[in-house]
C-alpha cells in the first residue's frame, strides 16, 4: 500500500495501468499523524486493505504526480548514512566502514517530491537514496524485530554542498553541507514494508538533465536496512516518522571525471521502481 499527501489530506494510493489512483483518508489530519499510531492503524485498518480495495472504492481518483506534497514533515530525526555502497566509497575514496557511518540531516532540510533549490555554492551534488520511515520506532532494537519497527520506504535526495563539507578539511561538515533549506527531499509517498516483494532487487537510478548518472540495485547497499534500524537504534531512540537516509551508490558528480556540480536550471530526477520518483529543479 503506498499511503502520500494530496491537496493537504493523506491519500491511500495505488499505481493501475501507470496511473496513481487515490481516496482520501477523512478521519486523519496527514501521515504525521498516521504514523504517530501507526501501530493501531496498521492493526485495525491496514492489515486486510489491498490495492484493489482503494481502486474499486466508489470515491477513487485519478492523481496528477505533480500534485503530490510533502509526505512527512513532522520528523525530529533525519540519521544519515554515508559511504554505504562500495562503487562510492571507491569514487570517494574512502575505506570500508567498520560500522555505520551516521551523520545527521536537519529536519529544516526536508522538501516535497517536486522541489526547488537554490545553490549554495559551486559546488552543489545529487545523491539519490532510500528512505527508511520508522513506525514503531524504539530503543535496542535488534535486527530481527527491524522490520517491526517499520513503517515503509520512500525515495530521497541527500543534496550536498561539497564546498561546505571540507570546509576544515574532507568531509569534515557533514550535517550543515546537507541541511540547507529543501536539501532534504522526500517522497513521492510511503510505500508499506509488507507491499514490497523484493527490496534488495529495486533499482535506483539518478538522472539528471535527462543524462543517467546512478544506477544501482538497492542489494548493493553494504549495511542493509535492518542492520541500519538496529545499529541506529542501539545508540538513539527511535520515533514514529523519522527517516534514514540510507546512502546512495557511485555516479555522483564528486566521482566523476573531471568533476560535475549542479547548475541553475538543472533538473535531477530519483527513481526507485516500486517507489515512485521525486524531481529537483534548481533555480
Known amino acids: 500500500m503506498k499511503i502520500g499527501m494530496y491537496e493537504g489530506k493523506p491519500v491511500l494510493i495505488t499505481v493501475h495501468n501507470e496511473q496513481l489512483w487515490g481516496t482520501t483518508l477523512e478521519t486523519y489530519q496527514d501521515l504525521d499523524e498516521i504514523l504517530t499510531n501507526w501501530v493501531d492503524f496498521q492493526e485495525t485498518f491496514l492489515v486486510n486493505l489491498t490495492d484493489e480495495d482503494v481502486l474499486s472504492n466508489d470515491h477513487a481518483r485519478l492523481l496528477m504526480?505533480?500534485?503530490?506534497?510533502?509526505?512527512?514533515?513532522?520528523?525530529?530525526?533525519?540519521?544519515?548514512i554515508g559511504f554505504n555502497y562500495r562503487d562510492h566509497l571507491l569514487e570517494m575514496n574512502t575505506n570500508l566502514p567498520k560500522q555505520p557511518n551516521v551523520f545527521n540531516k536537519f529536519v529544516s532540510s526536508l522538501a516535497g517530491p517536486n522541489n526547488q533549490i537554490s545553490l549554495n555554492s559551486d559546488y552543489v551534488d545529487w545523491e539519490s537514496e532510500l528512505v527508511i520511515v520508522v513506525g514503531r520506532g524504539g530503543r535496542n532494537i535488534s535486527r530481527e524485530d527491524a522490520e517491526d519497527a517499520i513503517a515503509g520506504f520512500m525515495v530521497g535526495q541527500d543534496l550536498s554542498d561539497r564546498e561546505l563539507q571540507k570546509i576544515n578539511g574532507d568531509n569534515t561538515q557533514f550535517t550543515l553541507a546537507k541541511s540547507a533549506k529543501n536539501?532534504?527531499?522526500?517522497?513521492?509517498?510511503?510505500?508499506?514494508l509488507g507491499s514490497i516483494a523484493d527490496?534488495?532487487?529495486?533499482?535506483l537510478?539518478?538522472?539528471?538533465?535527462?543524462?543517467?548518472?546512478?544506477?544501482?540495485?538497492?542489494?548493493?547497499?553494504?549495511?542493509?536496512?535492518?542492520?541500519?534500524?538496529?545499529?541506529?537504534?542501539?545508540?538513539?531512540?527511535?520515533?514514529?516518522?523519522?527517516?534514514?537516509?540510507?546512502?546512495?551508490?557511485?555516479?555522483?558528480?564528486?566521482?566523476?571525471?573531471?568533476?560535475?556540480?549542479l547548475h541553475p536550471g538543472d533538473i535531477v530526477e530519483s527513481n526507485i521502481e516500486s517507489l515512485?520518483?521525486?524531481t529537483t529543479k534548481v533555480n
Request: charged residues 15%; aromatic residues 8%.
Open 65 to 80: 504526480p505533480e500534485k503530490l506534497e510533502q509526505p512527512i514533515k513532522n520528523s525530529r530525526q533525519l540519521p544519515a
Open 183 to 192: 536539501y532534504s527531499p522526500i517522497g513521492p509517498y510511503l510505500t508499506t
Open 199 to 203: 527490496l534488495e532487487s529495486q533499482r
Open 205 to 261: 537510478t539518478t538522472m539528471v538533465n535527462g543524462q543517467l548518472m546512478q544506477d544501482a540495485t538497492l542489494g548493493q547497499m553494504i549495511f542493509d536496512f535492518q542492520t541500519l534500524v538496529s545499529y541506529i537504534s542501539s545508540i538513539i531512540e527511535l520515533y514514529p516518522g523519522d527517516l534514514i537516509f540510507t546512502g546512495t551508490p557511485s555516479g555522483t558528480g564528486v566521482g566523476h571525471e573531471p568533476q560535475v556540480f
Open 276 to 278: 515512485g520518483t521525486i
